[in-house]
């Protein structure tokens, strides 16, 4: 059992917050990911998980025990940095043990179970090898068999494939969830990296300037972004964000774009409190796969012109212009042909969301 609770937490340095109100609680066996841009306080709430940084106040408790006043080795969690942090003279195989060295147990004990998290990494043939003559990626997966060679109750990764090429990082996630479901250890793990975040995490905890914005299964932070940070942090092209207002007609509503640059009729009726709010205080945000395109006139899509064309190999990107604002657009390759090229687009109802302005919160309209 290994459940990690944080309540209130909140960390300053000097006057400066750097962790403020947190409260997170990671399940028995979950996989968390704490997302978030440069400096927005995930290394911090990590050091403070594993006991290398004090709290100012709050409480965080391992199954249910207050752990402030526990020395990190007394917490039975297991650290995994960016940076290797492996003895350099001594084999694979001697940093893996090394953990073990204190338990006092045989050689032979040792011995298995550093065979064992090799089998399970795909090092067995590394074991012989110092660190120097090691690639990054098999450095890492050195670094992560001593984390768990101790079968800790909890893991906790800070960027660990941070500084390996898009390929080895791509490989390495996917062993990093394997491992995962083959060990079950409660799991937080921090990145900027919101592609990693999506493809590891069973929830992804998203922080910005020390503030926990949203916590939900990658799904859920995807499809039903709570404020303006989160529909932009998470997804590749952001999401389209753009002040709209919103005008009832007979059968539906329209959604106006600037100076009436643009008007997507919507079959589905919009809040009345919406039609209520100007330019100045509502933001349409919506996916460039909700900007659907096709390149004939067709009834219920309004003409748009192509600016920019981004051939993707499996789709592309176009920028459309509209008025003073652009508009992403992810269309099958090749559809659109030319720069300058007039095609008809229309937004689909049920991936728009809306914003207020000013605080940025999503307004909780769902459509569809
Ligand atoms: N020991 C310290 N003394 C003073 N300020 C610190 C200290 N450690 C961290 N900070 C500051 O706290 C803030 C949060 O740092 P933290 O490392 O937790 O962020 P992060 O989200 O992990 O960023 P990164 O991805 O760059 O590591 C930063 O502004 C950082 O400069």
């Not at 949203?214 to 002040?243: C, D, H, K, R």
């Not at 509503?253 to 008007?263: F, H, K, Q, R, S």
């Not at 049920?350 to 914003?355: G, I, L």
């Amino acid at each position: 059992m290994a459940e990690i609770a944080l309540q209130d937490v909140e960390k300053y340095f000097g006057d400066n917050y750097v962790i403020r109100k947190l409260n997170l609680t990671i399940a028995h066996k979950e996989f968390v990911v704490l997302l978030g841009p440069s400096g927005c306080g995930k290394t911090t709430t990590l050091r403070a998980i594993a006991g290398l940084e004090t709290i100012d106040t709050g409480d965080i408790r391992i199954d249910g025990r207050p752990v402030q006043d526990l020395r990190p080795s007394d917490r039975d969690i297991a650290f995994v940095f960016q940076l290797y942090a492996l003895y350099p003279h001594l084999t694979a195989y001697d940093n893996i043990a090394f953990p073990l060295r204190a338990t006092r147990e045989s050689k032979a004990a040792v011995d298995a179970q550093v065979q064992a998290v090799a089998k399970s990494l795909k090092i067995e043939h590394l074991l012989k090898v110092r660190p120097s003559a090691l690639s990054g990626g098999d450095m890492q997966r050195i670094a992560i068999g001593r984390a768990l060679v101790r079968r800790p109750k909890a893991m906790l990764m800070d960027e660990p494939i941070g500084s390996l090429d898009a390929k080895l990082r791509e490989d390495m996630r996917s062993e990093l969830k394997r491992l995962h479901i083959e060990n079950d250890s409660t799991t937080v793990y921090v990145t900027h990296d919101q592609v990693e975040a999506m493809s590891l995490a069973d929830r992804v905890a998203i922080m910005n300037d020390g503030v926990l914005q949203q916590v939900g299964t990658p799904g859920e932070v995807y499809q039903y972004p709570t404020n303006l940070f989160v529909a932009q942090f998470i997804g590749s092209p952001v999401m389209n964000i753009l002040p709209v207002a919103v005008r009832t007609t007979g059968p539906g509503t329209e959604l106006v774009v600037g100076n009436n640059d643009a008007v997507f009729a919507f079959s589905a009726d919009l809040p009345k409190h919406l039609s209520q709010k100007s330019y100045e205080s509502l933001m349409l945000g919506v996916r460039p796969e909700g900007v659907l395109l096709v390149p004939e006139e067709t009834p219920g899509y309004i003409p748009v012109k192509a600016h920019i064309i981004e051939p993707l190999g499996a789709y592309d990107i176009v920028d459309l212009k509209i008025g003073d604002e652009y508009l992403r657009s992810r269309t099958p390759s090749g559809m659109v042909k030319r720069v300058g090229d007039t095609v008809w687009a229309r937004l689909d109802e049920a991936q728009t969301h809306f914003f207020d302005t000013k605080s940025g919160d999503s307004l909780n309209i769902r459509l569809g």
